[in-house]
């Protein structure tokens, strides 16, 4: 069967589960053969062999099931890093890339800045700042060891030089004081977790996911850790900006500024310690 003529139909057949079965079937079969995904463009007439038909069919099967395309790639990408995803810690997303941007707008200028990543998952956000932001003394830390056995995966992947910390934030932040403290906390709520799609609620760990007080918690702890003026950024869900912009507000942090996604969803809070 000619590559053009499987791809055809592993398009039809994703599209019944998927929103994106188009990409998704060409990022599953450049894989599989080991290609570039623009490859497949040239090589439409090729026909694939038994062997590679055998293999595309299980990694499309296993698409059609709903798991997430990055945790059957094993890797996926987040601004200029490729980073090894799976079943360990919540997949990198684009909404997370504009936390780093503001991090990086921050700390531009700053020598040696002092920053943490709070429930750092892949160590996608720590990784991403030591790597623009190559003068950055980064920390981070996650309360799951199978987080952070994964978040040590990619310092070694990456050659980035970030401390990764087994830490709980209920017990206040390690160190500091801090320039910048960042964090993409749970932040769904657990009466909200059926309403999931299925490739979230699934697959992706609860324990980054639902956190009922998480975003409260880092906000608090931040207060003390945070030199004076220095910032706090927080990804929140959507429809939380306000709350979360009020909430830094009463815990004293002050120039509070939110910044939408690229979908226009207010996405990022952010405020400054001590300063009204």
């Known amino acids: 069967m000619r590559l053009a003529d499987v791809l055809r139909r592993a398009t039809d057949h994703l599209d ?16 599989s053969l080991g290609r570039q995904r623009i ?13 590679e038909l055998d293999g595309y069919r299980a990694l499309v099967a296993r698409r059609a099931r709903r798991e997430p395309v990055a945790y059957i790639l ?20 684009p909404e997370t890339e504009i936390v780093v941007e503001r991090c990086l707008a921050h700390l531009r200028g700053l020598d040696a800045p002092r920053v943490l990543d709070v ?15 190559p003068g ?29 910390l087994e830490h709980d934030v209920r017990t206040g932040l390690p160190g500091g004081p801090y320039e910048l403290v960042v964090s993409n906390p749970p932040y769904v709520e ?7 799609m299925p490739d979230v609620r699934d697959y992706e760990p609860h324990v980054a996911l639902v956190g009922s007080g998480a975003t409260e918690a880092v906000a608090r ?8 003026g220095g910032l706090l950024v927080l990804e929140v ?40």
Do not use: C, M
Request: charged content about 30%; overall charge negative; cysteine-free.
């Open 237 to 276: 869900g959507d429809g939380q900006a306000a709350a979360t912009a009020a909430l830094l507000a009463e815990l004293g942090y002050g120039s509070v500024l939110t910044t939408p996604d690229l979908t226009g969803r207010e996405r990022v809070v952010e405020g400054r310690h001590g300063e009204r």
């Open 190 to 196: 657990p009466g909200d977790l059926e309403a999931l």
């Open 221 to 228: 702890a931040a207060a003390a850790a945070l030199e004076p």
């Open 74 to 93: 094993g890797e996926w990408g987040f601004r200029r890093l490729t980073l090894r995803v799976d079943r360990r810690a919540l997949i990198p997303r």
């Open 39 to 51: 490859e497949l463009y040239t090589d439409f007439d090729r026909p694939l062999n038994d062997a």
């Open 16 to 31: 019944k589960t998927s929103e994106t079965g188009r990409l998704d079937a060409e990022l599953l079969l450049a894989h």
């Open 136 to 164: 950055a003394r980064v920390s981070a830390v996650d309360v799951s060891a199978e987080a952070l056995e994964l978040a040590r995966e990619n310092k070694a992947l990456t050659g980035l030089d970030v401390e990764f």
């Open 119 to 133: 429930g750092t998952g892949t160590g996608a956000i720590a990784l991403a700042i030591a790597d623009e932001h």
